[in-house]
């Protein structure tokens, strides 16, 4: 189980990097290679400089050496062993601005990847349909493209690159240590083996995987409870549950802080020890040899070489080890954004299409909802059951009923939301479905109950999504004008329609809110509207102006209104009553007064 569990994770892992990456990790361990070559270099002259010093005389005595003596022309022992001293300090330069060339690219390559992933993953929720989004927290898809993401590039990505490359340099250091000395050198490796096995055999790594899950799903926890803490802090001021939400987002924070603490405490731990049996081993044989009355003057080069060789390769096995540490604490986030990257079953990709450049569908008849019925994923209950509506163009209809009663749903598959779970929608005969659906939404407007509006301008919320350069400034005032929101923007926002209104539209009412989103959906001059209880937070006097606005349009315009208040929708052809998603009475508004005492009811309340 446990190679098939690695050889997951290679494939996992594999699969997150496209051909260019592969590429540039390449390029990275080429570099890597060259460093650890002037690391085991710097490492290899240790000996042959220390025996120099100490004994001058080995020039004369080693062929090699003195080849190199006479070659170079050198008048004095001295001179020979400075120029000596000279070029092992020159490999160890070169050596280091080497490493720091191999750092630069690793972690130049792993933040691009983190920008890769997290925009890969960002693209890949967006092309998900809108009912994917209905089971789904948005605060935790936010999490895993800013947080999570980071965390792999940070605690994972970085720490694999540090293991692989320091592989190369400590590969190259040991066959030098074998070449100059392969029983010490054998007896090192293995007692470091066998302290290694120890401690990452010692049960704390099936901690590690289990307490990184945890810390997914606090992670998950902590930024849940701020989004809604902020999200809601109007209802939380007015309520006075601050300490609720404080105590809730302050128990998932809590939990969080203490694993990642705990997992950075046991990733430093083996260092620790290590070097105890490392520099402590260097120091007892040295005291051993004293004590026993050997002569240590012989041994110098060789401590001298292996405390040479201990102080390259200790800083490396101590990232190594704790770089395997955060690689388990942190499998659980490979697994999660591998899962949601590679998930199969919908669309990868956001087309790259302007909605200018899509053709909108031909609507030269009516609209067609043939025996509609829908489900939630997962439930057996139906929301709407054998629903049969015809629109007429430039017609409008309404939709009233009890709130869960379907019409919110309904108005989800006539903007193309969700696709029928039996039945059809049709636009001049022609069914809607996946490969058509953006042509039929070329032709819709929607003003939702609740508007989205962003932290920027007026014009921009109106325009949305449209860059700066791009609007058409007298779209964007006819449709504020049939809006009714364009006085307000010209006479009140101190920089008309440049004025930031702030996030969510915080410096609007719930009225003009509402009126820049209607203003949203006049932008593109669609053929259809779609209003979901657009006028609900409209007074009164605004509201009869916007509905004003709203009658002339319905002349050329197709509509389809959600009811709030039953008399906006007196002049539409038909009004819809539904019920436990069924169509229980249709009518103009006097027929449906003075025949349903349910449509009655509801007329008064409202």
Known sequence: MKIKSKLEFISKLSRLFNKRERFQFAGILCVALLMALFQALGVASIIPFITLVINPVIITENRILYGIYSFFGFQSARSFIIA???????????????????????????????HRLS?????????????????????????NVLAEVQELTRSFLIPLLEIIIDLVVITLIFITLIIISPLATATIFTVFLILYALIY???????????????????????????????????????????????????????????????????????????????????????????????????????????????????????????????????????????DLTDESRESTVKEVKR?????????????????????????????????????????????GPTGAGKTTFVDIALGLLTPTEGKMLVDGIEIRGDNVRSWQRNLGYVPQFIYLSDDTAKKNIAFGIPEDLIDMEKVKKAAKIANIDTFIENEMPEGYDTVIGERGIRLSGGQR????????????????????????????????????MDNLSRLKTMI???HRLTTVKKCETIYLLDRGKVVAEGKYDHLMETNPQFRAMAREL
Do not use: C
């Open 561 to 563: 209104i959600i009811a």
């Open 84 to 114: 000596s001293g000279a070029l092992m300090l020159a490999i160890i330069i070169a050596g280091n601005l080497i490493s720091i060339l191999a750092i630069w690219l690793k972690t130049r390559f792993a933040w691009r990847k983190n």
């Open 201 to 339: 055999r010692s049960g704390f790594r099936t901690k590690l995987k289990e307490k990184g899950k945890l810390r997914l799903r606090e992670n998950r926890g902590r930024f849940q409870s701020s989004s809604e803490a902020l999200g809601g802090i109007k209802d939380i001021k007015v309520l006075g549950r601050e300490k609720y939400f404080l105590d809730r987002f302050a128990s998932h924070s809590l939990r969080f802080s203490d694993l990642v603490a705990w997992n950075r405490v046991i990733g430093q731990l083996p260092k620790y020890l290590i070097e105890v049996v490392a520099f402590g081993g260097v120091i007892f044989f040295i005291l051993l040899l004293m004590i026993t009355g050997r002569d240590i003057t012989g041994i110098i080069p060789m401590v001298s070489f292996f405390a040479f060789a201990g102080y390259r390769i200790m800083p490396v096995t101590n990232r190594m080890v704790l770089a395997l540490t955060n690689l388990q604490f942190n499998r659980a986030v490979l697994d999660k954004i591998y899962g």
């Open 356 to 400: 200018e450049d899509i053709e909108p569908l031909e609507f030269n008849d009516k609209i067609t909802f043939k025996d509609l019925s829908y489900s939630y994923p997962g439930s057996s209950g139906k929301v709407l059951e054998k629903i049969n509506i015809s629109i007429k163009k430039n017609t409008s209809i309404a939709l009233a």
């Open 119 to 143: 925009s890969s993953l960002l693209n890949k929720y967006m092309s998900m349909p809108y009912s994917y989004f209905l089971r789904q927290n948005t605060a935790d898809l936010n999490k």
């Open 514 to 549: 509402q009126r820049v989103g209607i203003a949203r959906a006049l932008y593109y001059d669609p053929e259809v509207l779609v209003l979901d209880e657009a006028t609900s937070s409209l007074d009164g006097i605004t509201e009869e102006s916007v509905m004003k606005a």
